[in-house]
């Protein structure tokens, strides 16, 4: 079983969704489908991104091919990620593992490096890591539209001290 | 005398409801369909302005399945407006840079107030700017030196959620 969170409200649902499945909780099924109508596909992609989120194998196949884009691979002018971005990017990857708090994607970055995201619900932490090794964070809030950023360390002990604030943040813990 | 026509000039002129059309790769949109701001950066983001162009340009010569086209409007950059960061003061422009084949060609561009100067955030150097660029003799600096991650991301963040999808990649 599988949890929508809709804004002040939580229904659940059985996945995967089907006639067979209107059975003995087939009120709470429809009270789920009515939300996901009501919100549009916006609520049902996020569902799914949350709980089709990648395995760790996604994660690093994404990491490698990201390795290996081109300068110009937005078809502007966005520099090659460099080694070190990607490998900044394993390392939070692999500390987050450890964690059980695998993040949900990881794309190259227009301004030059890897972005790693996590999310739960209306929230998401975006890190970028940059071409130079640096890195940086950005917690936002869809719903509020609260925003903030912080610059993150990249060694073990900054990524979980970042993990540490993620999973306060995603999850009010 | 000779009939040749002139050749079209840039102009500087954006309307507050002109659409900036911008290219995205498929690995930088979110299941729900929309950019993620890691499509968008700083300084010199590269668009198409909807009066010379249109979204289907944006995307000629390139693959529809992995490639799609996003919208926003010159009124969500902010225009002609100083953005106030903490203790820094950042101003963000449209400018219409049209590029060999392409005459829609535009870039949205920022400088950061510095000893009550707005100075240009660009890694260019003068030689780079076309003849005529309003901007080409502007006080500029690195974004190594000016561009604060603070300020991009939010901004890029701010841009995410005011693009619209308008044309997605085609099913493969």
Same mark, same amino acid.
């Not at chain 1, 109508?37 to 996604?58: F, S």
């Not at chain 2, 290219?23 to 369909?33: K, L, Q």
């Given at each position: @079983?599988?949890?929508?969170?809709?804004?002040?409200?939580?229904?659940?649902?059985?996945?995967?969704?089907?006639?067979?499945?209107?059975?003995?909780?087939?009120?709470?099924?429809?009270?789920? @489908?009515?939300?996901?109508?009501?919100?549009?596909?916006?609520?049902?992609?996020?569902?799914?991104?949350?709980?089709?989120?990648?395995?760790?194998?996604?994660?690093?196949?994404?990491?490698?091919?990201?390795?290996?884009?081109?300068?110009?691979?937005?078809?502007?002018?966005?520099?090659?990620?460099?080694?070190?971005?990607?490998?900044?990017?394993?390392?939070?990857?692999?500390e987050a593992d450890r964690f059980g708090m695998l993040?949900?994607?990881?794309?190259?970055?227009?301004?030059?490096?890897?972005?790693?995201?996590?999310?739960?619900?209306?929230?998401?932490?975006?890190?970028?890591?940059?071409?130079?090794?640096?890195?940086?964070?950005?917690?936002?809030?869809?719903?509020?539209?609260?925003?903030?950023?912080?610059?993150?360390?990249?060694?073990?002990?900054?990524?979980q001290?970042?993990l540490g604030?993620?999973r306060?943040?995603?999850?009010?813990? | 005398?000779?009939?040749?026509?002139?050749?079209?000039?840039?102009?500087?002129?954006?309307?507050?409801?002109? #659409?900036?059309?911008?290219?995205?790769?498929?690995?930088?949109?979110?299941?729900?369909?929309?950019?993620?701001?890691?499509?968008?950066?700083?300084?010199?983001?590269?668009?198409?302005?909807?009066?010379?162009?249109?979204?289907?340009?944006?995307?000629?010569?390139?693959?529809?399945?992995?490639?799609?086209?996003?919208?926003?409007?010159?009124?969500?950059?902010?225009? #002609?407006?100083?953005?106030?960061?903490?203790?820094?003061?950042?101003?963000?422009?449209?400018?219409?840079?049209?590029?060999?084949?392409?005459?829609?060609?535009?870039?949205?561009?920022?400088?950061?107030?510095? #000893?009550?100067?707005?100075?240009?955030?660009?890694?260019?150097?003068?030689?780079?700017?076309?003849?005529?660029?309003?901007?080409?003799?502007?006080?500029?600096?690195?974004?190594?030196?000016?561009?604060?991650?603070?300020?991009?991301?939010?901004?890029?963040?701010?841009?995410?959620?005011?693009?619209?999808?308008?044309?997605?990649?085609?099913?493969?």
């Open positions: @079983m599988a949890t929508i969170t809709v804004p002040r409200k939580k229904v659940s649902a059985f996945v995967p969704i089907g006639p067979q499945a209107l059975g003995g909780d087939g009120e709470r099924l429809r009270q789920a @489908m009515d939300e996901i109508l009501r919100h549009g596909t916006q609520l049902l992609d996020r569902y799914l991104e949350e709980t089709g989120g990648a395995d760790r194998a996604t994660i690093d196949d994404s990491l490698d091919a990201i390795s290996l884009l081109p300068h110009g691979w937005d078809s502007y002018s966005a520099p090659a990620p460099s080694i070190v971005a990607v490998q900044n990017a394993k390392g939070l990857v692999n993040p949900i994607r990881v794309e190259p970055s227009a301004m030059g490096g890897v972005g790693v995201r996590f999310s739960n619900g209306d929230r998401e932490v975006v890190v970028e890591f940059y071409n130079k090794g640096s890195a940086h964070a950005l917690f936002a809030g869809d719903v509020t539209g609260d925003m903030r950023t912080e610059p993150i360390s990249t060694d073990l002990a900054g990524y001290r970042f604030e993620v306060t943040y995603l999850h009010d813990k | 005398m000779t009939n040749n026509p002139q050749p079209e000039q840039p102009d500087q002129h954006f309307s507050d409801a002109e #659409r900036l059309f911008r290219r995205v790769r498929r690995e930088n949109i979110a299941r729900s369909g929309k950019a993620t701001f890691l499509a968008f950066n700083l300084p010199d983001m590269s668009v198409n302005r909807e009066r010379e162009s249109s979204a289907e340009d944006a995307r000629k010569g390139y693959d529809q399945a992995d490639w799609a086209v996003v919208a926003f409007a010159v009124k969500d950059i902010p225009p #002609r407006a100083t953005w106030v960061q903490i203790v820094q003061e950042y101003q963000l422009k449209p400018r219409h840079v049209p590029e060999p084949g392409n005459f829609s060609h535009s870039e949205v561009r920022v400088w950061r107030k510095v #000893r009550a100067v707005f100075t240009l955030i660009t890694s260019r150097k003068p030689e780079d700017f076309l003849p005529g660029d309003p901007d080409r003799g502007e006080p500029r600096d690195t974004p190594e030196a000016l561009l604060d991650p603070d300020f991009h991301m939010r901004w890029r963040k701010h841009i995410e959620l005011a693009a619209k999808m308008v044309l997605p990649c085609e099913p493969v």
